[in-house]
């Protein structure tokens, strides 16, 4: 009996089949050819079944094969895909952490092309790099701004700014290690810069940063703990205290990004009110509660700003167009989808879940949920939610759905959380249950 993997086509014949010219047009040739490599090779190696039809073996292969790679094929030359967040994780680090607004959206499209980043229209010169996205930070913050790539970046800049071939002076309490085995010590002793240790895990008084302080100095480092608490007999030094007590700079890297207050928040702290105390640099990050790109944030006395700005390394820390045109829209547009997922209520969640359900499998069980704000923000705190609870069995086959659907597992089930869903996402989220579910049945 003849081996049909044997009549199977060339690449370039699968290649110039019509089902595939779309393909090319939006992907490009290279990556679609790409594609058919891949799946003629794993038609000659056994997996799955060589396409057979009426017309003649050459063409029908050609075709039927074309077909397939064509419905495989992604919106986009990349490997990222598409996620539905439905973890109850506002800020998912693995996730991307903050989802751009339709605004900073729009603004990164627009700034994919040429554009004035660093030209001043009126006069044909150059100008300051990203201008008004820094003005807009430092009139959201209320102090001088200035952008890198991440927060770890801003802190290294600091150190080389403040405390060159010096010392800072850190609590043992704050000495922290967040996601993915990054701990900030580590940081800092890259940079060459000695830490001085004070206090102890769950106490640090002021004695002790007084006492740990010198003329070669640079500055007191405060870093708020990142997704846990200590709790009990525990205390630390506020930045009021320190500022008046300790005579030189004091540094507060307040991680998750508010730029003030927030209701839903009281215990977080925010860039405004750590300057207010009198911080002379707040460190904090774009991509978090912001709810913009990922970036480092550095705000603080205009002076040191400038400083910081000027210094050699900030060249190797700067941020492309991309993340200053989505950071500008972020603060100057509409409330971005993190904010919009806080403001959420629990009965508002719950009527999203049934209208879902009733689209989907009716017999779906609504459940009430405490969701987090994640990415290292608001240790603790449970915000009100509603998800639909599916057998854990689901859980791989949602994630393997096109967009994808990640849930979180919890007493043997796998529970959708809608509070950060895009309530424009449901009928998709409806359309991958509705799929998993009548391909179980």
């Excluded at 990054?182 to 206090?199: D, H, K, M, Q, S």
């Amino acid at each position: 009996m003849k081996d049909p993997r044997r009549a199977l086509p060339s690449v370039d014949r699968v290649l110039g089949e019509p089902a595939l010219a779309d393909g090319v047009k939006r992907l490009g040739r290279k990556f679609v050819k790409d594609q058919v490599r891949t799946a003629l090779a794993q038609l000659r190696a056994g997996v799955g079944a060589p396409p057979t039809s009426s017309r003649a073996p050459s063409d029908a292969s050609a075709a039927s094969l074309a077909a397939a790679v064509a419905d495989a094929l992604p919106p986009a030359p990349t490997s990222l895909r598409e996620v539905i967040n439905a973890t109850g994780i506002i800020v998912h680090t693995n996730l991307g952490r903050a989802p751009l607004s339709e605004a900073a959206q729009a603004a990164l499209i627009r700034a994919a092309g040429a554009t004035d980043v660093e030209l001043d229209l009126d006069t044909g010169r150059r100008a300051p790099r990203g201008e008004a996205a820094i003005a807009a930070l430092a009139t959201a913050a209320g102090a001088g701004a200035h952008v890198v790539n991440n927060g770890a970046a801003a802190i290294v800049l600091a150190c080389h700014v403040l405390a060159p071939a010096a010392n800072i002076v850190l609590s043992r309490g704050e000495m922290v290690e967040i996601g993915d085995g990054f701990r900030i010590p580590e940081l800092i002793a890259a940079t060459g810069v000695e830490i001085r240790e004070v206090g102890t895990t769950n106490r640090t008084h002021l004695r002790d940063y007084l006492e740990a302080i010198d003329a070669q100095t640079g500055f007191v480092l405060k870093v708020h703990p990142s997704n846990f608490l200590v709790e009990g007999f525990a205390g630390g030094v506020g930045i009021d205290v320190l500022a008046q007590e300790v005579g030189v700079p004091i540094v507060v890297d307040i991680g998750s990004g508010l730029l003030g207050p927030h209701p839903l928040l009281p215990n977080e702290p925010d860039a405004r009110t750590a300057l207010r105390q009198g911080a002379s640099l707040v460190i904090a990050s774009g991509d978090k509660l912001l709810g913009g790109p990922q970036a480092g944030l550095l705000l603080g006395d205009p002076e040191l700003i400038h400083r910081l700005r000027r210094h050699p390394l900030a060249r190797a820390l700067r941020v492309d167009k991309l993340t200053l045109a989505a950071l500008e829209a972020t603060l100057l547009g509409p409330p971005p989808p993190v904010s919009a997922a806080l403001a959420r209520t629990r009965d508002d969640l719950r009527e999203r879940a049934h209208r879902i359900a009733s689209q989907a499998a009716p017999a779906l069980r609504v459940v009430d949920t405490e969701a987090a704000v994640g990415g290292g923000g608001a240790p603790g705190v449970a915000l009100p939610s509603a998800a639909l609870a599916l057998p854990a069995t689901y859980a791989p086959v949602l994630r393997a759905h096109r967009p994808a659907v990640m849930g979180r597992v919890f007493g043997g089930e796998l529970l959708l959380d809608l509070i950060a869903v895009d309530p424009r996402d449901d009928a998709a989220l409806a359309d991958a249950v509705n799929a998993v579910l009548n391909e179980g049945a």
